[in-house]
């Protein structure tokens, strides 16, 4: 308070235009970064509408003189073999993601609860030891994961993309629920386990409801994670149809390498639904944040 | 000491005045179990696989052999890689791709989250396109991108010909001196979302009769800024940089989709060196050395990532 009192009021027509001033200053901003953020998303979906031969002119078609779906055609067609290929990488990808979101959320709920609520010897070791997964890169555990999935029979499974994707969505999701947890008035638990609940009814039946905005959040942190992760899928499975859709495009592609609008359109259908789902339910994921990362 | 049974246990009061961690291991034996499968899931990804990799990094292993009949080489592959010419260049190209591409995606984040922190018309679907290049997979962006850099139908290159700013289209990632440059603006365009994220969500908590005295009190937009705002931030700031450094020194895909590293190194940074080394030319034994440095780096950075954390943990506690 002390360094406001500190401050010297300044002529009121000086602190107009300078008000102003910022507030053009972010609009202006705001409409670069609007540019600089959809006009390559833009331009992904212009050339996914482009045949082939108009996507490579030169100077280019700034708009499709004849927009053709074609591309969306031939990769949903499940009569071809690239439509095949791409509807099996999307249904892989489907089930991967879908199996670790819901053992994310099995791991993370009574473990975030436990450090939140709890205050067993070890609870803060184990809790940045668990934040510390955030650290390291996927590379330095590729090798031993790898001879570990043999070890245990997940090579070419989807078990070992579940396995090991659960791991990076953990760190995250248990801090940003354990924030969630400390924000729910212990009170109520107390009250529950007064009226004859154990603790363990009064977790189920009391925090799990008031957290779900949490565990959505969590749930769709999660699934994106999974949905677009690369270098596992890309070292753990060989077999093409097995392969998630980011490993599965690139591999198609590292083939065909000058459809582009065959690419472009590749990686709109693969976007669609992580961003419908996250623009869905973000209300939940910034709340969570504020929740959980933030206030603290 | 002795181990103290549970009936033993069961018999002494709670307040005992001595702090015996078995004990009270064993009061909280029930607690556990909450975080035993977060714990087990853990050790079995994480554990193993660092202490394999610290293993692997004392040992030779040449192409053609299996893995199990590597030879123990000591500090060898740690020597090799300090006097190597590949691993400064490595390095610089590292640090320039993590120092810039923390900077800006921070500083667009935060600026981005100022700028729309003031309510507007449209201020919610403004938010969430500029959110969007964070939720789509890298492996989109990195090719959106190539197209967008192609040297002969590349859309930037088109325009700068028309504009007149060059006679044909410059060659962004096939060339030595820019390749770096234009992957890391694909990289602040994937990242500053999070920023803007956390630095949104941070703004929130800023207590809004602060910022009204503050103004009673005549201080000016920057000043109210500056005094209010940004103290109340410091945490907040510091683990979104923090964490945005850690994301950026572990980039992988960005690079190795659109140049694979080259071209001649010029985009190699640590992590897609290691790969090649590892998965290209199946130097085992360098690559884990690498592995174990980039561990080391890591480590500091950690200390530094649970100290702000558990500075939040602390100013928690007393308040």
Do not use: C
């Amino acid at each position: 308070m002390s360094t406001v009192s500190e401050t010297i009021p300044r002529g009121r027509s000086a602190r107009r235009v300078r008000i102003d001033g910022w507030r053009w200053g972010g609009r202006a901003f705001l409409v670069f970064m609007l540019l600089y953020t959809a006009l390559p998303m833009i331009w992904m979906l212009l050339t996914s509408i482009k045949s082939g031969f108009a996507a490579m002119q030169f100077p280019p078609q700034w708009w499709p003189d004849q927009p053709t779906l074609a591309s969306y055609q031939k990769l949903l067609d499940p009569q071809n073999s690239v439509g095949q290929d791409f509807l099996r990488f999307f249904w892989n990808s489907l089930i991967v993601s879908t199996a670790t979101t819901i053992l994310s959320v099995i791991v993370a709920v009574p473990a975030a609860y436990a450090f939140s609520r709890f205050t067993f010897p070890g609870r803060n070791f184990l809790f940045f030891a668990v934040l510390l997964r955030n650290m390291f890169p996927a590379v330095i555990f590729l090798v031993p994961l790898f001879i570990l999935m043999r070890a245990i029979g997940l090579v070419n499974t989807h078990g070992s993309l579940v396995l090991t994707y659960l791991t990076f969505g953990l760190p995250l999701a248990i801090w940003l629920l354990k924030g969630f947890y400390d924000n729910i008035p212990v009170q109520l638990e107390q009250a529950a386990r007064i009226d004859g609940a154990t603790r363990f009814q009064a977790f189920v039946l009391i925090v799990m409801p008031l957290s779900a905005p949490g565990i959505i959040a969590t749930a769709i942190y999660s699934f994106i994670g999974a949905w677009n992760e690369y270098i596992y899928a890309y070292t753990f499975l060989s077999k093409n149809e097995q392969l998630t859709l980011p490993v599965g495009i690139q591999r198609f592609f590292s083939e065909n390498t000058t459809d582009f609008p065959g690419l472009m359109a590749a990686s709109f259908m693969m976007s669609v639904p992580v961003v419908v789902l996250f623009l869905l339910l973000q209300r939940y994921f910034v709340r969570a944040l504020t929740e959980g990362a933030v206030k603290h | 000491m002795t181990i103290v049974s549970g009936k033993a246990e069961a018999r002494r009061t709670l307040q005992s005045a001595r702090s015996d961690v078995l004990r009270k291991m064993w009061e909280h034996r029930a607690d556990y179990a909450y975080v035993l499968p977060a714990i087990a899931v853990m050790l079995i990804v994480i554990a193993y696989p660092i202490y394999y990799t610290i293993e692997l990094s004392f040992f030779n292993t040449p192409p053609g052999l299996q893995l199990r009949d590597k030879i123990f080489v000591g500090f060898n592959n740690y020597g090799a890689i300090l006097t190597s010419g590949v691993f400064w260049q490595v390095t610089f190209n590292t640090l320039i791709w993590t120092v810039a591409s923390t900077f800006f995606s921070f500083a667009l984040g935060f600026a981005a989250a100022l700028a729309l922190h003031r309510d507007f018309i449209g201020r919610g679907v403004l938010r969430a396109i500029l959110i969007i290049p964070w939720v789509i997979s890298a492996v989109a962006a990195s090719y959106i991108w190539k197209w967008i850099y192609h040297s002969d139908f590349g859309i930037i290159g088109a325009v700068l010909v028309e504009l007149g700013w060059a006679s044909r289209p410059p060659n962004f990632i096939d060339s030595v001196s820019t390749v770096l440059p234009s992957l890391i603006v694909v990289n602040i365009w994937r990242e500053f979302p999070f920023a803007m994220i956390m630095m949104t969500a941070g703004l929130q908590t800023v207590p809004e009769q602060l910022l009204r005295a503050a103004k009673v009190d005549g201080a000016n937009a920057w000043q109210r800024f500056w005094h209010v705002t940004f103290p109340h931030l410091r945490n907040v700031s510091t683990v979104t940089i923090l964490l945005l450094a850690v994301a950026n020194f572990n980039s992988f895909i960005i690079p190795w989709i659109m140049t694979g590293g080259g071209p001649s190194n010029a985009s190699h940074i640590w992590i897609t060196h290691i790969y090649e080394l590892a998965f290209g030319r199946q130097r085992w034994g360098v690559a884990s050395a690498y592995s174990v440095l980039l561990f080391i780096i890591l480590m500091t950075l950690g200390y530094f990532y649970v100290r702000a954390l558990s500075g939040n943990e602390r100013k928690d506690g007393g308040a």
